[in-house]
Every structure is written in C-alpha cells, then in structure tokens.
C-alpha cells in the first residue's frame, strides 16, 4: 500500500501528561510526525491535536486504534487532503535597510497577499497563511535577499465532514 | 450533600482503599510516602501491609493476587528509586492485563522540577506502561483519583494505573467524601456488541468443517468460562490456548487441544495453518502465538472476539470482528450456532499429539536418561494435588515445561508472566497468589536464574508466614538462552553457565523448611512432603543440565514448521 499524508485529529480531555502519551504512539513505530498542533477545541476543557503523518491507510487505522485506547482521547479521526480544510502560518524577519534597498520585497509581499505585522527602524516581519507549497514558494522568492528568522506553525485543519465530539461526549455519558 | 469529614490527604488515601474494598496491599515505605504509611500504621486492622522486600516485588506480589482472586492488586513505593523499582511490574501488568494500581508519594509540590532529593517523573516514566496515571499535588483530589483509578484498572481491558501523591498533598486536610467512580466520559471500557456480527460469527462457525479455536486470557479476565465451555460443547470444536488462556479450560476436557505457540503442542500448530476457520477468543496474536505472520493460517477465515477494538486486525486480519465482553458476546453467540461434532477434525489433532508424545512427551515423563526432567517434577506435582494446584511460573525453559506439563481443573490457576517474560515474577507472585486463593496449593516454578533475580523475597515469606511451595528446577544454567546457543550459535555457551549458591541453606536461612533432590526414587516422596506441609517450602531439583524445550518454531519461522527435535 502506497503512502499518504494523512491529517489526524483527536479530541480529548485538556490533560497535562496526555501530550507524552500521543507522542509516544508515534515515536515508539518510529512513525515521524510532518507535524503537531495541539489546541482548544469548539468544546470546553477538550483539546484537539491535529498531527500529520506520512503513512499507509492500514498503519494509520492502527495508529487510531491506539490513540482512541488512551483513556482520555474521547475521539482520534483521520482525513486525507482533499477531506479537509487546512493551512500553516509562516513568519518572515528582515532588517528593514532591505525593504528599501530591494523593491522586488515588496513585489513579493504584493503577489502573495502577505501581512505586515510589524516595521520598526530595525526590522520588518511578514507573515502568510497557507499551504505548504505557497510557503516553500514565497520562502525561495525572499531567500536571496536574506531572511533574518523564518518560523511556520503546524498544520490546523477543519474538517469538510462532522465530527460530533458533541454527541459521542452525551452518548458516552448516558 | 454527602456528609463530610476534615483529615489528612494520607489518611484519605487509606480511606479510599478501604472504600474500594481493598485489604491487602504490597509495598515499601520511604520518605515520600511516610504520611501514608503512618496512617497504614492506624487502620492495620483493617488493611493489611505486605512489606515485601524490594518495590518490584510489591508489584509483582500485587499482580499474583489480581491473578488468582480477580481482584485489583495494590502496590505502594515511596518516589525516586521506589518510583523507579515499581517499573518492571507496571509494564508486566500492562502487557498481561492485569488490573493493579500503584501508589507513588513524590517530593512536595513547591519542589517538583528542581531536582529534589528523590524527585523522578514517574508519571512520564510510567506513561507509556499504564493503561493511566495521574500526579495529584492537592489533597482535596485524593479520594477522586483513587476512584477513578480503580475504575479505570479493573473496568474494560483491565490494566496497571499509577497515582503519584505529593508530600504536601498528603499531609493537607480536606473534606473527605468517597464515591466510586462509574464512568469517565472520554472512556468507552466495553465496545458495543453488534448483533448482526455475532450472526455472521454464527454462520461461518456453522459451515466450517475444520474449525479451531485459541483461546487467551481474555475468558479469564471476562469471567467467562462457563459460557466460554458451553460455546465449545455445543459446536464441538477443539480449542487450544495462549499461554494467558490456560486454566481457562480443565486441561483434561475432551476438546482441549493444548498450548499454541513457539513451544506450544505439535497439532494445534500444525493444524492453525491447515483449519478452514479460526476462531480467536480474547487473545492478541502476539508473534510468540503467529510465528511467521505471512504464513500464519493464510487458509482460514478468522473471527476475533475481543473487548479492545485495537487488538482487531492489528496482527492478524480478521474476517469477522465481535466486539465486547466476552461474557456476554459467548453468551449471545451460543443461540445461533448450531450442536455439532467435529469428530474426525478433532482426530486429525490427536493424531499428531501421538507423534508429540512419541517423540517428546514421553521422554520427559517416563524419562530412561539418568538426570530428572522437568517434566517429571510437573507430573509429580500433578499427582500431589490432584491436578488443582496454582502453578506460579517464573521465565525459561522451566515455565515452558511448566504450562506444558502442569495440568489444571480450575480456572485462575495458571500465573505466569506471558507478554513480558519477566525473570524474578514467580517468587513474589506466588505470595501474592496465595493471599488471594489462601485455600489453594499454590506452587512456584522457578529456575535457578530467575529465583536469584528475587529470593530476597524470601524474607517476605517469613515475615508473612505465607504457605507458598518453592520449586527450583536447577540446571546450573540461564536455560532457555543455553538452549537458543546451542540451536542457534553453535552451543557458544556465553555467560550462561551459573555458579549457584547452596539454595536450601538459604531458604533454611529463611526458617523456610527445604529439601534437595538429585535422584528420581527420592523426587515423588520429596513432592508429597512439600504438599503436605503446612508451611511455606522450599524444594530444590536438579535436573539434566542441557535438556531443550520442544516442540519449537524457532522465531522467524512459520507455526506449521514446528520442530519436534
Ligand atoms: C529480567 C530478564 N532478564 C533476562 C531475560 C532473558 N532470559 C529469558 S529466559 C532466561 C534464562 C532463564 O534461566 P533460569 O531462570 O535458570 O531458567 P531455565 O531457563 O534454566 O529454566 C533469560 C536470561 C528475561 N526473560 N528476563
């Protein structure tokens, strides 16, 4: 069977320790993570991780198998790309002699419709929400003329269909 | 409103024990921990402290009385290096089910994470080996942890959960109030049964003409045996067992096949790769079980009843998946299948348990060689307790001998560390399993390795006074890895060969009364002193010096590739 990047969610109780015990179901079949994202949910006190992986669909049934034996994953899915609704958040740093020195800078923040967080004497910092590629993209455009930090988050993903952690919540508690 | 009392976080944990009906617990004091042992000192009548002699010990004299009672072993250790000892027994426990829960005491909360005298995280440690756990740093959440973790251990797929307890948790008052715990919202302990697979089950079972069941330890932990034999007597299909599985069925059952496995019998393995179904019954096929997994009954459909929804298709495919309680699932399952007599099928089994006999059994019982076998000592203690005796196993070629030798009438009788292979399990576990069957015989099988990982426990024995009978099969080597160097490395015998202490000097040492036998016409007589004692003792037996297990699928191997020799 062929590898995939599959996106994985799991609601669970916002508990302390279970961020240790997640990470080692992957780390123990050596499975890599792409990446890890953990936070609130839509529900109180219940914390969604979303974490991508590049697997087969049989590993990845087993990897939801373990997940939801944890006693406080309430619900472990896994969607393929085009089930769901994702994106990252890239951060670029530069000195600020640059945006003045390159005008080809400011074209690039232009045609990716980037935001300026921040501009001071020193520095500049640009950001964008996107896919993976658009970042690679944008990353490669700036490269030659020096990015003083870069930093992208994790993938956050929604997905198309429900997900009615609501439900199996009141179903488990009747 | 619930009437509430102010005491301390110690003596609420004491308190909560004593809610959870518990009266027996193992453990080892120290700094940490010392609020609870002072109250333990309080409440003695009411609850019973087992000092063992070391905090892995406590563990696994924990888990021999889950085993044999059904009930939740408790262990108590004090943090850091008692912390650190209780990790061999957890990860025991976990791989083998068996429901325990571990108290830690941890260094005050203000302290944590400065690398305090004795501070350890034992709840990372212990993560990945506990079904849960959870650091508790405020007395007021005492009696909802301990409620919880009983729940948690003994509910489902029963497991091992560790609670660790801050000094100053113990020692602040609260309001104490006890409600057990009944559910835990993220956590489904029993999945749904689906009828209509129950009913697929059914029909594969009733048109198979070569059916076989394996059965583990999942009947014994669901309390199903009742059901589980009815289910076999009705459809009339032989059944083998995982090594946990044993007991679960009298070994003298017209349809009991025997042991599955690297050094299960001959036909259950021969026959897995040749039956048209297979029918798995709270059992994970674990690589000891499958061998080679590509060529591990490719020919049959398989059904799997399990209460973990992890374990289906994890190992082995599965064409029909029914989940729950085994209790219940066996007791659904019996209304749609159909009586039956599978007599010529069953033949094919016993047919290759006469060439096993032939060619292994019978040099074990009736053995022409000068030097004892372990299987003779097994069929001596057969005969002693008239087939009912707990045997309490340690790991190696003595624990193969002993589930393939020793017979059984009732259920929990077999304790034995499966999933782990833990040498030092059988000596405290034999403590424990008296404690929680006291009207049984209950017999250790230890090799002289795995008695000196932990004969400290000897101590334990004395002080408690527990009636356990000692058997140490001595061959002067780590056995079972002597018999892989000689299979395998060309008899390299790397640190294998054992220099041995003189043990019954050792066990005199204890007060325990012991017995040495090196010649067959003493080894009966010797067997029915130990079971007649009333004490604990302590028999040692030398036995050939390089006898091997077999049958055998060396590992890699597929279950039809059996050796015999
Ligand atoms: C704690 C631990 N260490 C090492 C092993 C590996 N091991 C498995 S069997 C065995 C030999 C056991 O020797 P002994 O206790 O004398 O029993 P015998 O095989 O001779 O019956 C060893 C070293 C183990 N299972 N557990």
């Known amino acids: 069977m062929e590898k995939k990047l599959y996106t994985i969610s799991v609601y669970s109780e916002n508990n302390l320790g279970l961020l240790n015990r997640i990470s080692t179901i992957f780390v123990k079949r050596h499975i890599n993570i792409e990446s890890l994202t953990v936070s609130a949910s839509e529900i109180e006190n219940v914390s969604r991780f979303v974490v991508v992986v590049n697997m087969t669909e049989e590993a990845v049934k087993k990897i939801i198998g373990q997940l939801e034996k944890q006693v406080e994953v309430i619900q472990a899915y896994y969607h393929t790309d085009d089930e769901i609704i994702f994106t990252e958040t890239a951060m670029f740093k530069f000195k600020s002699d640059l945006l003045f020195e390159n005008p080809q800078i400011q074209n690039i923040i232009k045609e990716h419709s980037m935001n300026i967080v921040t501009v001071n004497r020193t520095f500049f910092i640009v950001e964008k929400a996107g896919r993976r590629h658009e970042i690679d993209a944008i990353y490669d455009a700036f490269a030659p003329f020096g990015i003083a930090q870069f930093v992208r988050s994790g993938r956050v993903a929604i997905s198309k269909e429900a997900m009615n952690i609501r439900k199996i919540l009141g179903e488990i508690v009747q | ?565």
Not at chain 2, 51 to 72: C, I, M, P, W
Not at chain 2, 393 to 408: E, L, T
Request: charge should be negative.
């Open chain 2, 1 to 565: 409103m619930k009437k509430t009392e102010r005491i301390i976080g110690a003596e609420a944990v004491v308190r909560s024990l004593l809610a959870e009906g518990v009266d027996i617990a193992y453990g080892y004091p120290g700094g940490a921990i010392m609020p609870i042992y002072d109250e333990l000192f309080k409440y003695q009548d009411q609850l019973h402290h087992v000092l063992t002699r070391h905090e892995q010990g406590a563990t696994h004299a924990a888990q021999g009385y889950a085993r044999t009672s059904g009930k939740v072993g408790v262990a108590l250790a004090t943090s850091g290096p008692g912390a650190t000892n209780l990790i061999t027994g957890i990860a025991d426990a976990q791989i083998d089910s068996t429901p325990m829960v571990c108290i830690t005491g941890q260094v005050a909360s203000h302290l944590l994470g400065t690398d305090a005298f004795q501070e350890t995280d034992v709840i990372s440690i212990s993560s990945p080996i506990t079904k849960w756990n959870v650091q508790v740093t405020k007395a007021e959440d005492i009696p909802g942890a301990i409620a919880k973790a009983f729940y948690i251990a003994k509910s489902g797929r029963p497991g091992p959960v560790l609670i660790d307890i801050t000094k100053d948790a113990q020692l602040a008052e609260l309001d104490y109030a006890y409600e057990k715990c009944t559910h835990v919202r993220s956590y489904k302990p029993v999945p749904e049964t689906n009828i209509e697979k129950v009913k697929e089950a059914a029909t594969l079972i009733n048109a198979a003409k070569k059916p076989m069941i394996i059965f583990g330890q999942g009947v014994i932990l669901g309390a199903a045996e009742q059901e589980f034999k009815a289910f076999v007597e009705k459809t009339g299909i032989p059944s083998a067992w995982t090594i946990l599985g044993l007991s679960a069925l009298p070994t003298n059952h017209a349809l009991n096949v025997g042991m599955v496995g690297m050094h299960g019998n001959y036909g259950p393995n021969k026959l897995t790769n040749e039956c048209d179904l297979l029918i798995a019954i709270g059992m994970r096929f674990d690589d000891r079980v499958t061998g080679d997994l590509s060529k591990y009954a490719k020919q049959a459909k398989v059904i799997h009843f399990d209460i973990d929804p992890s374990e289906i298709d994890k190992n082995v495919k599965t064409d029909v998946a029914v989940l729950g309680d085994s209790k219940d699932t066996l007791a659904k399952i019996l209304e749609f299948v159909q009586p039956k007599e599978h007599t010529s099928w069953l033949h094919e089994f016993r047919a290759f348990d006469n060439i096993e006999f032939e060619k292994v059994i019978d040099g074990q019982l009736n053995p022409t060689k000068e030097g004892l076998t372990m299987g003779e000592v097994l069929q001596g203690i057969n005969k002693a307790t008239d087939n009912d005796a707990v045997i309490v196993s340690d790991v190696g070629q003595h624990q193969m001998m002993a589930v393939r030798y020793a017979n059984f009438t009732h259920t929990r009788s077999n304790v034995t560390s499966g999933g782990l292979g833990t040498m030092g399990f059988a000596l405290p576990a034999s403590i424990g399993a008296k404690m929680g069957a006291p009207e049984r015989d209950v017999v250790a099988i230890i090799g002289d390795g795995g008695y000196q990982m932990t004969c400290q426990e000897l101590g334990t024995i004395l002080q408690t006074g527990t009636a356990v009978k000692i058997v140490v099969l001595n061959n002067e080597f780590l056995g079972m890895v002597r018999q892989w160097q000689q299979l395998f490395f060309d008899k390299r015998y790397a640190s294998t060969e054992m220099i041995n202490p003189d043990f019954v000097k050792l066990a005199e040492a204890y007060s325990i009364p012991a017995k040495k036998v090196v010649k067959r016409e003493d080894l009966q007589g010797a067997i029915d002193e130990m079971i007649a004692c009333k004490t604990s003792y302590f028999l040692e037996v030398m036995v050939e010096k390089e006898d091997n297990v077999f049958p055998m699928v060396p590992t890699g191997a597929s279950v039809s590739d059996v050796r015999l020799s």
